[in-house]
């Protein structure tokens, strides 16, 4: 199971660290991720970080103003979101892969109910 928090109402410019709480044994070893969905826009991938944190992988339209990150002994994956702009609302979602590395956004099989991030002009 995965839960999303941390998210909110935040003006342009300002930042959000959003957390996903897994439970389960696994984990610590397998690649985690984050996708966002905006009204009328089909998911999108946001980031991926693997088991290790050692690999983080970021789109385009994120990259410089995020960072995931994780804490295995929590059981908890991070995404800081900073500089945050209008064009970045959406219900935001955690996802757990099958594998313990990031190769394609097929590897995630499990997901959050999500949570929604609305960045003010």
């Known amino acids: 199971q995965l839960v999303e928090s941390g998210g909110g109402l935040v003006q342009a410019g300002g930042s959000l660290r959003l957390s996903c709480a897994a439970s389960?044994?696994?984990?610590?070893?397998?690649?985690m991720g984050w996708f966002r969905q905006a009204p009328g826009k089909e998911r999108e991938f946001v980031a991926a970080?693997?088991?290790?944190?050692?690999?983080?992988y970021y789109a385009d339209s994120v990259k410089g103003r995020a960072t995931i990150s994780r804490d295995n002994a929590k059981n908890t994956v991070y995404l800081q979101m900073n500089s945050l702009k209008p064009e970045d609302t959406a219900v935001y979602y955690c996802?757990?892969?099958?594998?313990?590395?990031?190769?394609?956004?097929?590897?995630?099989?499990?997901w959050g109910q999500g949570t929604q991030v609305t960045v003010s002009s």
């Open positions: 996802a757990s892969a099958y594998r313990s590395s990031y190769v394609s956004v097929t590897d995630f099989t499990s």
């Open positions: 389960g044994r696994t984990f610590s070893s397998v690649a």
């Open positions: 970080i693997s088991w290790s944190g050692i690999s983080t």
